[in-house]
């Protein structure tokens, strides 16, 4: 099974530079985790400060777009992996040595791997927790026959993505002086929560959030926008 795992720290641990010192011990940090989970790691990718972040808010029906990350929380999305495994248990053992203060695990519901991120931004789907569907329902199918449009509107463009199970689903992982605190939930105390993932291919950032705007959300949803790091640059 598929899962996501979002990493998240204090804002000022997400807002380090690419180019900067800070960033480049962070990367080695990952480096030796992505040796040590190997195989189990299918997915991921490091993402440029918030302060760049665009959100993009259905606003009855009109795209309200606003400058930075969706909450004003003391934790920031600064990166994500997509991880597999054949149960939460063997999941959880290796997302423990993740370098990052929380970690936000969301079992998949669907993973389409990514064929090339560079150039790309990711558009993380939130939504009121109160709007969660549960694959299977009615609900869930006209939402799934909806992103089937975007798709086929964003064509090449979408180059990987993920719907997740409803946040009841999701463990928040904290390691604290080498002890594991696991928590029911999502990690973030915001009305929002994650549903799903894109990662779109665009020119720049004015192309990703008019791409973004066209991503089907619930009526009180939004979308995070956020570059992803290219090493190759």
Known sequence: MFYLALLADEKNATEWAPDSPEFA????????????????IVGGAALYPSAEAATIRNADGRALITDGPFAET?????????????????????????????????????????TDQNGCWLALLREPVAAAVAPGTPQWDEGMAEHEKFGRLAGA?????????????ATT???RG???LLTDGPFAETAE???????????????????SAKIPVSPKGCIELRQIVDYAE
């Open 25 to 40: 011990v962070a990367v080695a940090r990952h480096e030796a985790f992505t040796e040590r989970a190997g195989s189990a």
């Open 74 to 114: 003391a934790e920031v999305v600064g990166g994500f992996y997509v991880l597999v495994g054949t149960d939460l248990d063997e999941v959880l053992e290796i997302a423990r040595h993740i370098p990052e203060a929380i970690v936000e695990l969301w079992p998949m519901f669907e993973w389409m791997p990514v």
């Open 157 to 169: 463009a979408v180059r990987g993505g993920g719907a997740l199970y409803p946040p009841d689903s």
């Open 173 to 175: 992982i904290r390691v």
């Open 178 to 180: 080498g002890e594991l």
């Open 193 to 211: 929560v994650a549903n799903g993932l894109y990662v779109l291919a665009a020119d720049d950032r004015e192309s990703a959030i008019a791409l």
